[in-house]
């Protein structure tokens, strides 16, 4: 899927999803298009930090299943 982005010099431009984390680590681009709108690198939340989950492992159940 290609994404929009906008580089520090103001251009815009879409790449390939997979890119969109290292161009962020990177920091090539200022921010990037997405379905709710668009997102400001280091002002907007641009990924949950995930957590810990206290359940059950399914997964690893059907692993070695």
Request: proline share 0%; net charge positive.
């Amino acid at each position: 899927m290609l994404i929009r982005v906008v580089y520090d010099e103001f251009q815009s431009a879409k790449v390939h999803d997979y890119l969109l984390d290292s161009l962020i680590m990177q920091r090539k681009i200022v921010g990037f298009f997405r379905s709710d709108g668009y997102v400001r690198i280091g002002q907007d939340r641009v990924r949950g930090t995930g957590g810990s989950y206290v359940g059950h492992d399914r997964r690893r159940a059907l692993k070695a299943a």
